[in-house]
């Protein structure tokens, strides 16, 4: 079974009371709010945005999570658009969102993009509670590390760390690239098949499927192009860069 509403409550909680001074969870919101945001929100995150709307870092930050703050109408950046929920906008240039599906309306994995990486995307967390669960977790692992040894550690770059945890899947780790469109020409799996019929070959695709988050993503289409950050498939499992400016019809999303 997958990390829940439920894990992701206990851990923030968790997260707030060992570290009073730097994470505040904001209250909840009212069914009646959550319904007229989002109608067709799913029932886990009901359960999670009923107990917490967002988490106050530091005094200044906040990592939203309630859609009335995290929506975004139009196309954002190099990657969410208006299929995700953005929870977190930092000076760094470094941007973290959730992805929904288009058709349902479900959430799904959690993705940043980053300002100095045009072709490069992070898969962060398959879910919105399992990306709050890693986030409160390594974010108590390194503030008992400086309290064991603070010596050790450089006291403005690890206070940023431990505020925004989720910065590391920039630093190191996996890393995979995209495969393009043309190679996957003739597959047997049926969702790939669906999926790669609407795209174009110098497109670039990541099946989600075979690879396990936290990793880095390059996913620059061929032949020299700048692209756009898409999600396809029934559960959104496969991360596309489809070149700027290519003609539709994508792939049903």
């Known amino acids: 079974m997958g990390v829940?509403?439920?894990?992701?409550?206990e851990a923030l909680r968790e997260l707030e009371r060992r570290l009073p001074d730097v994470f505040t969870l904001e209250p909840g919101a009212t069914d009646a709010e959550l319904t007229e945001a989002e109608p067709r929100l799913p029932d886990d995150i009901r359960v999670l945005l009923r107990a917490v709307s967002a988490v106050r870092i530091a005094g200044d930050d906040h990592l939203h999570l309630d859609p009335r703050l995290s929506r975004v109408e139009r196309r954002w950046m190099w990657g969410p658009g208006e299929e995700a929920r953005v929870l977190l906008s930092l000076a760094t240039g470094d941007h973290f969102f959730v992805d929904v599906h288009p058709g349902t309306g479900a959430w799904g994995a959690v993705f940043s993009q980053s300002a100095d990486f045009f072709h490069t995307y992070a898969y962060c967390a398959r879910s919105l509670p399992e990306f709050l669960v890693d986030y409160a977790r390594e974010a108590l692992a390194l503030a008992d590390r400086v309290r064991t040894d603070p010596d050790a550690y450089d006291e403005d770059e690890e206070e940023f760390h431990i505020q925004f945890p989720c910065e590391s899947v920039w630093s190191?780790?996996?890393?995979?690239?995209?495969?393009?469109?043309?190679?996957?020409?003739g597959t047997g799996d049926p969702d790939l098949a669906a999926v790669t019929a609407g795209l174009p070959d110098e497109a670039s695709l990541v099946d989600l499927r075979t690879v396990e988050p936290p990793l880095l993503m390059e996913l620059r289409p061929t032949g020299g192009k700048h692209g756009e950050f898409m999600r396809f498939g029934p559960d959104r499992q496969f991360a596309v860069a489809v070149p700027e400016g290519a003609p539709p019809p994508y792939p049903a999303r």
């Open 172 to 185: 190191g780790g996996a890393e995979v690239s995209g495969t393009p469109v043309a190679g996957l020409r």
């Open 4 to 9: 829940t509403a439920q894990d992701a409550i």
